[in-house]
């Protein structure tokens, strides 16, 4: 029978929009019952649209659900049911709607009452796969089975997995009410990785769960390695936003000898803001001993970022009465902001501010501050520098300095410092053309420094009276240059400085009739000096290479020697000095109205050296055996990095013209993970039984030609199991780095174990390693690594022939099994005969919980902790953390 071609085009125009109007508005329908995993072949009813000549029908068609197109497709086949208005996927299908996202084994579609289903599938062996995942917005969920209806956006999740915030959440039926929230019968939340097999767990019959906010519980009970707690509570509630929120800080309970019983690091946590935030923290001990302390991070992306950190304690020894009550008031104050270097490239703000009581490390009774009571000095700077793109360039600086000695208790500031300078000037040469020749090469600049220094101790710190002796000054400096070539292969240098100081403070030395002795009177009021000075230079290089053939092992030796020879200049300007009667015999002596000045004083004495330097450097060429290749270049390695002499003549001196003779060297072994340094003072002059030197050259007065009058020795060993690190463990950002000791941990670490961010453990390392225990014990790779200093130091510039310094330190971090982690840190002073600071850590990653240990044995900072809490900050309150703080004697 034939048809008519118009009238079958018509028929099948019709059975499309007839599938189109009851199923969805421009859905993607297949043009085979199988489908490619790509298919993205898209025919709606206006694809194949006629024009259609019969009348419209008087009944509405039922309106679809569904607002939008629905993507879809699946690798192993599509199945459209006309007749039961089903639509089926199988094998990896995927279905896209707005911001839904499925993924199953098997998706099916009633879109006549707008309903998806989708399910897990069994393999070959009767194992489940292919379990269902969705995703709406930022959520996803896991689950065995789903059911949703489109239209009302209701779900049913059976067995459902997802993760809100740091939690992981397991329910067996989860209904979804409306877009904001979600009821759950019979689940258990963790923060562990591995939601099926936790370490423990949460148990609650009932959840309601709003994303992004919050989640109530019912009655809730604790579950720890599937075993149950007494933990339980009535009912809980549970912050889930992505953002910091505020809330209590769980102190820590421990007791010492002399203060008794202790609750530390305590208090309330403000989330001010996504900028910045507030932590105000506190010590109490009951025989009275306080402290308090507010932490305030702040930053602004692409801009700065920084922290404060303001700290207190007043603490107690004894009680009233007693001869040994002693009481003490420390503080300490931390600043730390850094700009970040794409903010202003013209200007830049930065701070780091250390300073306080200096015995506040000492006497501090927080364990945050042990490894820092080792520390000698304390400083502080904060500066503003600015730089203006003219021609030629101008640069200027202000800063704040502060430098303290917690031996002495004596404290150096500057309040400000004031930089500034323009960029060098070639006045004899073209900008754009090449500098040659003694002419072209002169140049000058122009720096100014001015300070206002404070020299005060820790008693007068922040008081009116630390201002009393303050120094103020400004110096100017022009110096005038150039360089240039001789003989083709020396360089010669050619300089002379011009200095005019400005200060606001000078001295009077004057005899007192009435005291009998001479007296020294402050001058206020502006004075200035000026000098003037000249120096040059002549040096070369030369090389030398030793050839040993090239089927040796090494193949050439390359000696590279630097030779140099200077010469410098200064008159004497003893027109700024003045004399005055010493006693009351009428003794004239001569001084200097700038004496201890800002800026030092005018040279008195005529100068004229000559300075001689040799500069050494030696370079092994050495056959390449990592490779089989006949054509591979050999390596080169370092033998010595340096090997340096220096010395000089007083031209203008009657006697010991000679200066002593220094000598240094260094070089780096073991692939540069060991750091060796040498250096020794050599006098050729002898020296008298008063330990005085005299203009008798030592080889005259029976002795060598050199007399070492010291020398020293420093030796730096890092190592690692890890081929091509140096393991040197230096954290610029740890508590003891920020309280002004080493970046590394061979004085100890200064951290607080219920602090969830100081792990041993590199969580983000962890995460892309493989499984820790595969392979069990004995095959698991455990790393480690180890830090040695070792010091000597030999004095013998009076004879005495004495070590002075001879210790040596060493720390190091050891996995001991995949979870376990040890660190130690410890030494021994050879010259005092005792064990140094020593400090032992150790850690035990839980999974989901963390354990530490640390403990220093012996000596003033005798001290123990121990902490098991969980790492998730959500539920860092859970915990148990108990303590024992050093035994501070208060002096």
Known sequence: MRVDRNVLYIILSAIFLTIGTTAVS???????????????????????????????????????????????????????????????????????????????GQITMKYEKDEIFAGRLKDSTGKYTQYPYFKQGSNVVEADSIHANIKTKKIRIWNSRSDQGEFRIRGELTKKENDSVYYIKNARFTTSKDIDNPEYFFLTDKVKFVPGEKAVVGVTQMWVADVPTPLVLPFGFFPMTDTAESGFIVPTFGDNTRQGYFLQNGGYYFALSDYYDLAILGDYYTNGSYGLRFQSSYGLRYKFTGNMNLRFENNLQSERGFPDYARSKQYNIQWSHNQDAKANPNSRFSASVNLGSSQYYRQSLNMNNVGASLNNTMQSSVSYSKTFQTV???????????????????????????????????????????KKGIIKNINLQ???????????????????????????????????????????????????????????????REYNADSAAAVIRDVKGFDAFRTYNFASSIGTTIYGTFNFGQDKKIQAIRHVIRPSVSYSYAPSFDQYYDYYQYDAAGTIRQY???????????????????????????????????????????????????????????????SLQWAPLRVSAGTNLFKEKMNINFGATLDPYAINNAGNRINTYNMDNGGSLFRMTSANVTLNYSITSEDGKSGDGEDKDSQTAKNGGREDDLFGQATDLSDRRKSMFDEDEDSTKEDKSEGGFFNAKLPWDLRFAYSLTYANDRRERKIVGNSIMVSGNLDITPRWKMGFSSGYDFVLDGVTFTQLRFERDLLSWRMDFNWIPFGDNTSWGFFIGIKSSVLSDIKWDKRR???????
């Open 885 to 891: 703080v050093p035994d501070r004697v208060i002096r």
């Open 26 to 104: 421009a859905q993607e329908v297949p043009s085979k019952t199988a489908s490619k995993p790509n298919d993205s072949l898209v025919l709606t009813p206006a694809v194949l649209a006629v024009k259609d000549t019969t009348k419209t029908d008087s009944i509405k068609p039922k309106k679809s659900g569904l607002d939008a197109v629905i993507k879809r497709k699946a690798k192993g086949y599509e199945k459209l049911d006309q007749r039961n208005k089903l639509l089926l996927l199988h094998d990896e299908a995927e279905l896209y709607y707005k911001d839904i996202e499925l993924k199953s």
């Open 446 to 508: 122009y720096n100014l420094r001015g300070e206002n220094r404070v020299e005060t101790y820790d008693s007068l710190f922040f008081k009116p009276e630390m201002f009393r002796d303050a120094r103020s000054g400004l110096q100017h400096t022009i110096p005038l240059s150039t360089n240039f070539k001789v003989f083709k292969y020396f360089s010669v240098s050619a300089s002379t400085n011009y200095q005019e100081t400005w200060v606001m403070n000078t001295i009077r």
């Open 592 to 654: 200097t109205r700038f004496e201890s000045g800002l800026f030092g004083q005018p040279g008195q004495t005529y100068s004229s050296q000559v300075g001689i330097a040799v500069n050494n450097t030696f370079e092994a060429k050495v056959r390449n055996d990592d490779t089989d290749s006949a054509d591979a270049e050999p390596k080169k390695v370092m033998l010595l990095n340096n090997l340096n002499f220096s010395t000089s003549y007083n031209l203008a001196a009657d």
């Open 392 to 434: 030629p360039q101008v640069n200027l600086s202000l800063s704040a300095t502060h430098s303290q000695n917690t031996n002495t208790e004596k404290i150096n500031m500057t309040l400000p410092t004031l930089q500034a300078s323009v960029d060098r000037i070639f006045p004899f040469a073209p900008a754009d053309a090449p």
